[in-house]
């Protein structure tokens, strides 16, 4: 089985950059599309970013586009997201997470929702402060 393993989260000041890592390992041959979600207090599961496995196509909600990028090293079965210009509307509990299958370069998320992703990490912790 597929098994994620979020890291890098922690405190940051606003204006700053994390970036966030999500190792993977297990079958990884059944993944077809990786992405990012975070969650607020209160807030549902949101969307942040997406990328094929191969790392040829990526997807961003709209409004982190300009800020954050999704990426991801083969050889080390890892994951990232790079955050920049972090603002205290970013503090959330992001996670990482796996769509199995062969999407061929489309988005998992786009027409098929969260649901596509069923391999989750246990997510780490985002604090922006002023």
């Known amino acids: 089985q597929v098994q994620l393993a979020e890291s890098g989260g922690g405190l940051v000041q606003a204006g700053g950059s994390l970036r966030l890592s999500c190792a993977v390992s297990g079958g990884t041959g059944s993944i077809g599309n990786m992405g990012w979600f975070r969650q607020a207090p209160g807030r549902d599961r949101d969307y942040v970013a997406e990328?094929?496995?191969?790392?040829?196509?990526?997807w961003y909600a709209d409004a982190l586009k300009a800020r954050f990028i999704i990426s991801k090293d083969n050889a080390k079965n890892t994951l990232y997201l790079q955050m920049n210009s972090l603002m205290p509307e970013d503090t959330a509990v992001y996670y990482c997470?796996?769509?199995?299958?062969?999407?061929?370069?489309?988005?998992?998320?786009?027409?098929?929702?969260?649901?596509?992703?069923?391999?989750w990490g246990q997510g780490t912790q985002v604090t922006v402060s002023l």
């Open positions: 997470a796996a769509a199995h299958g062969d999407y061929r370069d489309t988005s998992a998320y786009y027409g098929r929702a969260v649901r596509a992703f069923t391999s």
């Open positions: 990328i094929t496995w191969s790392g040829h196509s990526t």
